[in-house]
């Protein structure tokens, strides 16, 4: 199956404790269907210091759920679903909000 959501895109939190937030994919990992959003999801790790970085809580951002996030819409700015369509034997996402092409 192609992928829906890809590593670059501008996505939207559905659900959960960061509802509304957008961001960017940073990592995709298709085989427990979850994706890392940059600003979003954020949780504390306790880092022990080493030679060559300190120690201390960082922020990081913790995988999240595909089913809860969707792509924006380049032309709405709002959240939508993808579909896929096939020109000139290339095949393309599709805004299904807009009719708009995604991946140039």
């Known amino acids: ?3 829906k959501i890809k590593k670059g895109d501008k996505v939207i939190v559905l659900t959960g404790r960061d509802k509304g937030k ?3 994919v940073l990592r995709i990992a298709p085989a427990e269907n979850r994706a890392v ?3 979003v999801n954020l949780v ?3 880092q022990r210091a080493s030679q060559t970085s300190e120690g201390g809580i960082l922020n990081k951002e913790a995988p999240i759920h595909l089913s809860n996030i969707a792509l924006v819409d380049p032309k709405e700015n709002k959240a939508t679903r993808v579909g896929f369509v096939v020109k000139d034997g290339e095949k393309k ?3 299904k909000r ?3 092409v995604i991946d140039g």
Do not use: L, N, P
């Open 1 to 3: 199956m192609a992928a």
């Open 37 to 39: 959003v940059q600003g």
């Open 22 to 24: 957008t961001g960017e």
């Open 98 to 100: 807009s009719g708009d």
């Open 44 to 46: 504390k790790r306790h």
């Open 93 to 95: 996402r599709v805004a």
